[in-house]
């Protein structure tokens, strides 16, 4: 038995469309010592990290065409994130050497059940601008995947991250959005952050948020009520990841609840990564990427294989180097 996602034959060589995943790429320092946090840890791993470079490992590895759009240090931790990208089969082209910032850095400490404490310290990733741009090569683009963890914060980056998904818009493309809410880099500002995501959905074709942050964007309690809240201005496929309880997902007409698979959780770190590239990946072997997402019985189908990718990432430590191969899922399928 083999677990072939949507859109994929057997023997098929196809690609699909291009994915360009615009965002951070920076160095994650997890902490070795279980269940302990930042302030008491003292060992540390370095992984290859940054939610926008995580998708685009996650369809590249599983065999897609996929190209990674973002800034890093001149320095060893940026030449070793875009060794880590070639080495999964990601266009790094567009990686730009920032050669006065240095590489963005998050350290990373595993609570309980796989959750985890963050800390960032910002660096060469919040400069990208309109200049560092390969226009040639986002207009070859069929799918536009944005996930904001920083990009919402400040300029020069937030105003390019906006006029890029506008563009976008306007030229027709399928535009994913993720808005990656983390604590630590919004603080007390959560309003702005929430307007802005809110700007992002308006333009997005497909949108993947956890559980906490369609609370805190939609402003109401429940899932059901909150994506009924959102859906009133965000015309695109909403995906609520829920963890080992699946997701549910909403196109404003219908909803329904996808199941995942049980396994043992060691870093949720990069699952719901996982969880869009995957999806990304069957909508880019799609004849219309946008009929595609419109069709539930289809997404259905996308969202059940997107699942067993982020259960799979939750078994490893780490996020560009959890995730797996088709060929590593197919076995997963068989030893299930």
């Known amino acids: 038995m083999s677990c072939l996602p949507f859109g994929t034959r057997k023997g098929e060589s196809k690609v699909g469309s291009s994915v360009i995943c615009i965002g951070e790429l920076l160095i994650d320092f997890f902490c070795t010592e279980t269940d302990i946090n930042l302030m008491e840890g003292k060992k540390f791993e370095k992984q290859a990290g940054g939610a ?30 875009k060794k880590t990208l070639d080495e999964a089969g990601v ?30 310290n910002r660096g060469a990733d919040a400069f990208l601008s309109e200049q560092d741009i390969d226009e040639e090569k986002i207009k070859q683009a069929g799918i536009l995947h944005f996930g904001s963890a920083t990009a919402l914060l400040e300029d020069p980056f937030r105003t390019l991250y906006f006029d890029m998904m506008k563009k976008a818009k306007n030229e027709g493309k399928f535009i994913s959005f993720d808005p990656n809410f983390r604590n630590d880099l919004w603080k007390t500002n959560t309003e702005e952050f929430i307007s802005l995501a809110k700007m992002a959905m308006g333009l997005a074709d497909f949108i993947k948020m956890s559980e906490d942050e369609l609370e805190l964007i939609s402003g109401v309690n429940g899932v059901t009520a909150g994506l009924d809240a959102l859906q009133e201005t965000c015309a695109g496929l909403i995906a609520v990841t829920l963890g080992s309880a699946g997701t549910i997902v909403s196109n404003g007409r219908e909803k329904k609840a996808v199941p995942s698979i049980c396994v043992k959780s060691i870093d949720s770190t990069g699952a719901g990564d996982a969880f869009v590239g995957a999806l990304l990946y069957q909508i880019a072997h799609s004849e219309n990427p946008k009929m595609a997402a419109a069709n539930m019985d289809l997404v259905t189908k996308m969202v059940s294989f997107s699942n067993r990718i982020g259960a799979i990432v939750c078994t490893k430590v780490g996020a560009v ?13 068989v030893s299930s």
Do not use: Y
């Open 52 to 81: 926008p470079a995580n998708v685009c490992a996650a369809i590249a590895k599983l065999g897609g065409k996929a190209s990674f759009c973002g800034k890093v240090g001149n320095d060893p931790f940026g030449s070793f994130l």
């Open 91 to 120: 266009d790094t082209s567009m990686v730009v050497f920032d050669p006065v910032h240095k590489t963005s850095l998050a350290f990373v400490s595993l609570q309980a059940g796989g959750e985890r404490d963050f800390l960032f």
């Open 321 to 333: 180097s959890a995730m797996p191969s088709l060929k590593i899922v197919n076995q997963e399928v």
